[in-house]
């Protein structure tokens, strides 16, 4: 591993996640690793690293294996669904520990020092938030009577794709792992339609009445999931803040 010191990691799948939390930041250099692309940032005397991995659980994992240093903190952040009535769209989910929904049994716990500092922030912010395990799944998981078994099954709260891949990474290394994620959809979001309605809309111009139901549905769910994802530049901000104040540095 390199001597380059990184106060944080953030982890991110898409950068439609990322976009706002870079628009606050000063990007040093930016530099590709397979399919995923890292970012060291400065911010407020400190410098971070901000990785887009991709989307699913092997990219997040690579992502995680590509490193070649230790960052002090690595959080998963991005969006995720709900698994229960309690949280709605716009819920902050910290995770406790992450899960693989593949075998319920292999888990990673979240930093304890690392949680309290990311409900302080939210607490700040007066944002509504709530700590709970995530799971993570192999494939989307969109239809209500699957989340239900998803839940049962393995007793989280939300589902992402990436958490515990990056948990696994970061347990790996040593570095203590957090998760700060925003339901973008709730338990009873109905399933997107068939994403080739919307690919090739203007080719079915001749059939859009029977197309308008399936393109309302993206619209809802876009419309959505830009207004959760608005909440989580401010707590990742707030969190940088919170650790530098009480400067508990990094764990044993």
């Not at 109905?190 to 059939?207: A, E, G, Q, T």
Request: charged share 25%; aromatic share 8%.
């Amino acid at each position: 591993m390199n001597k380059e010191k990184y106060t944080f990691c953030f982890v991110f799948a898409m950068g439609i996640e990322s976009h706002r939390f870079l628009k606050r930041v000063e990007i040093k250099k930016r530099w590709k690793v397979g399919h995923a692309t890292h970012r060291a940032v400065f911010f407020e005397g400190d410098t971070f690293l901000v990785i887009r991995s991709g989307i699913g659980f092997q990219k997040a994992l690579e992502a995680c294996r590509s490193l070649n240093s230790k960052p002090q903190h690595i959080l998963s952040v991005g969006t995720c669904g709900a698994l229960t009535q309690e949280l709605v769209p716009g819920d902050i989910v910290l995770a406790s520990e992450t899960i693989y929904s593949g075998d319920p049994s292999a888990r990673v716990k979240c930093s304890d020092r690392l949680l309290a500092a990311s409900e302080s922030a939210c607490s700040r912010l007066g944002l509504r938030y709530r700590v709970a395990p995530i799971v993570t799944s192999d494939k989307a998981v969109f239809l209500k009577s699957e989340r239900e078994k998803l839940k049962l099954r393995c007793g989280a709260e939300a589902v992402d794709m990436e958490s515990h891949a990056i948990g696994v990474g970061a347990a790996s290394i040593g570095s203590p792992f957090g998760v700060i994620r925003v339901v973008s959809d709730g338990v009873n979001s109905p399933p997107l339609p068939d994403s080739s309605v919307i690919k090739n809309w203007k080719n079915r111009l001749h059939r859009l009445p029977e197309n308008v139901g399936p393109l309302l549905a993206w619209w809802k769910f876009l419309k959505a999931f830009n207004a959760s994802i608005k909440k989580l530049d401010g707590p990742l901000i707030e969190l940088t803040r919170t650790i530098k104040k009480s400067n508990f540095g990094e764990e044993t």
